[in-house]
């Protein structure tokens, strides 16, 4: 690594948006294991969270120019699009056959090795933070922010009334920011 | 709901993981821009967020970066090539996705097709002069030719109203009934002009009065010729004349009776009885 450079969020924005390559390694090297973490709480899968994390920095690349600064930090656009290619992977039909095909021998082959490869994703980042909440409230998080579903969608699935629902969820997110703190 | 109220809803978190639907985004969104406090909590919110993900982070493998870089060069070269299409649609077509020469082989036949047009332009702009001047010699021909055809249908129409005149004194003469009085010159001894000659004919039945002028001086032009009608000695005016402006027969005021008819110069407009030099004279016979 060469000399260490560090911009202000309003310089790297400007040089991102002039295609300064030299600014989008500073921001991978800055961000890539944040992004990578959160890839990783969603989809539980080291491999597919490398292909996640490639198409994510791509896209930034890509798509720089329809980032708004007063909507919000560069961070967390850049995790909604790391969160939002998540989903779609793990929604996928591909992403649903290859957990299904491997599931039995991987894990049998894990426990006989003392597998370390595969990360124990309920002990890192927001997950660990879910910990913290009521049972009723993780569990809403857990489908709303890590598997995607839409308050309908959850609504369906714990057999809970929609209003509960979005309570319940602006509940869990009052929490869970006390946690961050 | 005051502000502060709407700040602790967990709209702020919603708003922020990407919770929120559409309604609650443009809702956040306006609320943002109008209030400092809402920004304020955005941005706490953000960078809690934000401060907890960077503890948490994941070192993702080494050679990702790399192929992340790889993969913004081609990108980026593909916007190059995009623009290099864009101007030259002849490379596209072609197919061939080698570099150099297919450009140049672009160019030979842009090149080509350049010449071809300015060559077609040429031809078709000394056409199109040479097809206009013939136009304009055409046209101007055509504009004479329309000019002689108006004159020649004029000329027709006075030649066939003439015709017609001298078919109708035709069919006078020729009506049995249709006298014909000689009066020369020479029968007036003071005739300014003993070679004067004119022809009354009148037809003894509807007693209708035309003269022929066969030969008559030219008046002075505030004088005119007077024919007279000699009934029982007595001249009784029969009309006045001009001897220009004669096309045939001129029809005179009716006559039932006369001896003789005598043509004078009088005053223009005539006179009640001759003043003026008798040139011609004829007895009815």
Known sequence: ?181 | MNIQEYISSGIVESYVLGLADHEERADFDRMCAAHAEVRKARELFELSLEEQAMLNAVTPSKNIKSKIFAEIEIESEKINDQSFIDDDPLYVADGTRSEGPAKIKAMGWLRYLAAASIALLIISTALNFYLFNQYKSYSSRYATLMAQQTELAKNNDIMRTRLTAYEGTIAMLRDPDMAVIKMPGTNVPTSPDSSSVATVYWNTKSKDVYLLVNNLPQPPSDKQYQLWAIVDGQPVDAGVFDVQSVDGLLRMKNMPRAQIFAVTLEKRGGSVAPEGPMYVLGKVS
Not at chain 1, 1 to 29: C, N
Not at chain 1, 35 to 63: G, M, P, T
Not at chain 1, 83 to 102: G, V
Request: glycine share 6%; no cysteine.
């Open chain 1, 1 to 181: 690594m060469g000399t260490v450079i560090t911009y202000t969020e309003h310089e790297l924005v400007s040089l991102l948006k002039d295609r300064d390559s030299k600014a989008f390694g500073y921001l991978y090297d800055n961000y890539s294991g944040a992004l990578n973490s959160i890839i990783l709480q969603i989809l539980n899968d080291v491999e597919l969270a490398n292909d996640v994390l490639q198409e994510v920095f791509i896209n930034v690349w890509k798509k720089i120019e329809s980032y708004d600064q007063t909507k919000g930090r560069l961070f967390t656009w850049m995790l909604n699009i790391a969160r939002n290619a998540s989903i779609d992977t793990l929604r996928s039909k591909n992403y649903q056959n290859t957990q299904k095909n491997r599931s039995l021998p991987e894990n049998v082959d894990a426990l006989g090795k003392g597998y370390t490869g595969e990360l124990n994703i309920d002990h890192i980042g927001l997950k660990k933070v879910l910990e913290k909440l009521k049972e009723e409230h993780r569990v809403l998080i857990e489908l709303a922010y890590f598997k995607g579903y839409t308050h309908e969608e959850i609504a369906e699935i714990e057999t809970i009334p929609l209003g509960t629902v979005k309570t319940r969820i602006r509940n869990a997110l009052i929490q869970l920011r006390e946690h961050l703190k």
